[in-house]
């Protein structure tokens, strides 16, 4: 998340692609508010027109946006980098204290609303991100691709693994009982979320909701290469001044619409086929091709596509509304989970659990569209979000202008 830049005109392109971005940040993390306690669809036996949306959220949305988030935390970066230098400026600390300032965001997130923050990761992976600052472009992208092949690596190797131990005798039936297990403690833990969630006080979802995150924090830590890998390949793009000046990089644009479309859509439909047909440990693993290889594919794609259509009059007109929604970015996103807390939660509203697929899609549609009228109404009085004024605010150790002139 990056700061709203002064000239707005200039990063118009930057703060449109993030608040597409978080519009479909919204739409995936409202599933872990209505069905709670699991991955997206994972043991679910509704409707077959419900299981059609979970995957349609899987192959659009999942590991898609929070990717692209991420790259373009990393545009933002090289992007104040290169201000920086140009003004004569000391970064580091100031970078720093912009990350520990994202850090207790992150905390009071999580503690307050939400264990499903991805702000605290961001500020950790962050103080890595200051290690390449000076990096070349090339030594960027050799990191990029490490980063995301090793994984990618792992988890095919895990999948095949698993796979043949179902054919072996003396396996086989050990990877079924686990089949068996993994389903029923999902199923129990899923019930348990949802009976938490709904039907809780504050303090007992406080309780369970720390609790939680102490469970899964090493499984967030699995997101650590990918996030690294495209804050990495944004700042590549931030050096290479691709967003900055487009019409310089028109043809790599059009090369990565295409190729990031096409692979993305297809290795996306692949994970969705293996997560629906697969036993239940491989079913898991193969979800993991999501996050480690579609999801960079088509967020890229995804970008790219919107990057050339807002080259058009008509297109960025209509993306306007996106840009003003990312400019208050980390507050929206705040705003979100406080939102999707007072509606599914026991001191709220008592919905988790309780809507269908396509209500939880609706849901998020509303909460999206009062969000781009809120930042649009808000903007034209000042001149930052208010969590986009506080964290200002920190990173520069003084009280920022608010209000327009």
Same mark, same amino acid.
Not at 342 to 353: E, I
Not at 360 to 377: D, E, W
């Given at each position: 998340?990056?700061?709203?830049?002064?000239?707005?005109?200039?990063?118009?392109?930057?703060?449109?692609?993030?608040?597409?971005?978080?519009?479909?940040?919204?739409?995936?993390?409202?599933?872990?508010?209505?069905?709670?306690?699991?991955?997206?669809?994972?043991?679910?036996?509704?409707?077959?027109?419900?299981?059609?949306?979970?995957?349609?959220?899987?192959?659009?949305?999942?590991?898609?946006?929070?990717?692209?988030?991420?790259?373009?935390?990393?545009?933002?970066?090289?992007?104040?980098?290169?201000?920086?230098?140009?003004?004569?400026?000391?970064?580091?600390?100031?970078?720093?204290?912009?990350?520990?300032?994202?850090?207790?965001?992150?905390?009071?997130?999580?503690?307050?609303?939400?264990?499903?923050?991805?702000?605290?990761?961001?500020? #950790?992976?962050?103080?890595?991100?200051?290690?390449?600052?000076?990096?070349?472009?090339?030594?960027?992208?050799?990191?990029?691709?490490?980063?995301?092949?090793?994984?990618?690596?792992?988890?095919?190797?895990?999948?095949?693994?698993?796979?043949?131990?179902?054919?072996?005798?003396?396996?086989?039936?050990?990877?079924?009982?686990?089949?068996?297990?993994?389903?029923?403690?999902?199923?129990?833990?899923?019930?348990?979320?949802?009976?938490?969630?709904?039907?809780?006080?504050?303090?007992?979802?406080?309780?369970?909701?720390?609790?939680?995150?102490?469970?899964?924090?090493?499984?967030?830590?699995?997101?650590?290469?990918?996030?690294?890998?495209?804050?990495?390949?944004?700042?590549?793009?931030?050096?290479?001044?691709?967003?900055?000046?487009?019409?310089?990089?028109?043809?790599?644009?059009?090369?990565?619409?295409?190729?990031?479309?096409?692979?993305?859509?297809?290795?996306?439909?692949?994970?969705?086929?293996?997560?629906?047909?697969?036993?239940?440990?491989?079913?898991?693993?193969?979800?993991?091709?999501?996050?480690?290889?579609?999801?960079?594919?088509?967020?890229?794609?995804?970008?790219?596509? #919107?990057?050339?259509?807002?080259?058009?009059?008509?297109?960025?007109?209509?993306?306007?509304?996106?840009?003003?929604?990312?400019?208050?970015?980390?507050?929206?996103?705040?705003?979100?989970?406080?939102?999707?807390?007072?509606?599914?939660?026991?001191?709220?509203?008592?919905?988790?659990?309780?809507?269908?697929?396509?209500?939880?899609?609706?849901?998020?549609?509303?909460?999206?569209?009062?969000?781009?009228?809120?930042?649009?109404?808000?903007?034209?009085?000042?001149?930052?979000?208010?969590?986009?004024?506080?964290?200002?605010?920190?990173?520069?150790?003084?009280?920022?202008?608010?209000?327009?002139?």
């Amino acid at each position: 998340m990056v700061d709203p830049a002064d000239n707005v005109k200039r990063f118009d392109i930057v703060d449109m692609l993030r608040g597409f971005a978080l519009s479909g940040i919204l739409f995936i993390n409202i599933t872990a508010f209505y069905a709670p306690g699991g991955p997206p669809g994972f043991g679910f036996d509704g409707s077959t027109f419900d299981r059609l949306v979970i995957y349609a959220l899987i192959l659009f949305v999942e590991s898609k946006f929070f990717t692209l988030f991420s790259f373009l935390f990393g545009v933002g970066f090289s992007i104040q980098f290169l201000r920086t230098q140009q003004s004569g400026k000391e970064f580091v600390r100031r970078f720093a204290r912009r990350l520990l300032a994202l850090a207790l965001f992150g905390i009071a997130h999580i503690v307050l609303l939400w264990e499903g923050d991805i702000l605290l990761l961001y500020a #950790l992976v962050g103080f890595i991100l200051l290690l390449f600052r000076n990096a070349s472009t090339r030594t960027l992208l050799k990191w990029v691709l490490a980063l995301l092949i090793v994984p990618l690596m792992l988890v095919a190797v895990s999948l095949a693994i698993t796979q043949a131990a179902r054919t072996i005798s003396a396996t086989s039936a050990q990877v079924r009982q686990g089949d068996a297990e993994i389903l029923i403690q999902v199923t129990r833990s899923r019930a348990e979320a949802v009976r938490n969630l709904s039907g809780g006080t504050y303090g007992s979802i406080l309780k369970q909701r720390i609790a939680s995150y102490g469970e899964t924090f090493f499984l967030l830590l699995s997101r650590v290469p990918l996030v690294l890998a495209m804050f990495l390949l944004g700042m590549w793009a931030g050096k290479k001044g691709i967003l900055q000046h487009v019409g310089d990089h028109l043809p790599l644009l059009r090369r990565v619409r295409f190729w990031g479309l096409i692979l993305g859509l297809l290795t996306s439909l692949l994970t969705i086929v293996g997560y629906a047909w697969l036993p239940p440990i491989s079913s898991l693993i193969t979800l993991f091709f999501n996050q480690t290889l579609a999801g960079p594919l088509l967020s890229l794609g995804y970008a790219a596509t #919107l990057v050339l259509l807002a080259q058009r009059p008509f297109w960025r007109r209509t993306f306007k509304p996106l840009a003003t929604f990312g400019r208050m970015s980390l507050t929206n996103y705040l705003v979100q989970s406080l939102v999707c807390a007072v509606t599914f939660s026991g001191y709220g509203f008592g919905l988790a659990g309780k809507v269908a697929p396509i209500v939880g899609v609706f849901i998020a549609s509303i909460i999206f569209s009062a969000q781009i009228l809120f930042s649009k109404l808000w903007l034209q009085c000042f001149r930052f979000g208010p969590m986009e004024w506080f964290w200002r605010s920190i990173t520069y150790l003084k009280l920022q202008l608010m209000r327009q002139p």
